[in-house]
């Protein structure tokens, strides 16, 4: 069992930064990846960036070049650094833990609440 707990959300102007963090319960080291999502109301969950365990990363179309994921340098934490920030952007962002299959199928965090105010 991986428990996850994400933190660094919160209000924000359009344009501004934030800086999501994701601290796992192991060392992230032994997860295939760490996965970024984001859900906003009434939308299905979506998933934002991925950072597998050869160091390769991915990110969705629809944040590319504002959103970098990162491993920090305890063993255990994984960042979403968020520029550039547009309302639309304005969700709720979890992380997940895959250790095999998608990201959908790994462990979930509960969730950190981003408003981007226009």
């Known amino acids: 069992q991986v428990q996850l707990v994400e933190s660094g959300g919160g209000l924000v102007q359009a344009g501004g930064s934030l800086r999501l963090s994701c601290v796992a319960s192991?060392?992230?080291?032994?997860?295939?990846?760490m996965c970024w999502f984001r859900q906003a109301p009434g939308k299905q969950r979506e998933l934002v960036a991925t950072?597998?365990?050869?160091?390769?990363?991915n990110y969705a179309d629809s944040v590319k070049s504002r959103l970098n994921i990162s491993k920090g340098n305890a063993k255990n934490t994984v960042y979403l650094q968020m520029n550039s920030l547009k309302p639309e952007d304005t969700a709720v962002y979890y992380c997940?833990?895959?250790?095999?299959?998608?990201?959908?199928?790994?462990?979930w965090g509960q969730g950190t609440q981003v408003t981007v105010s226009s």
């Open positions: 192991v060392n992230t080291l032994s997860i295939n990846a």
């Open positions: 950072s597998a365990s050869g160091g390769s990363t």
């Open positions: 997940s833990a895959r250790y095999s299959g998608t990201c959908y199928d790994g462990y």
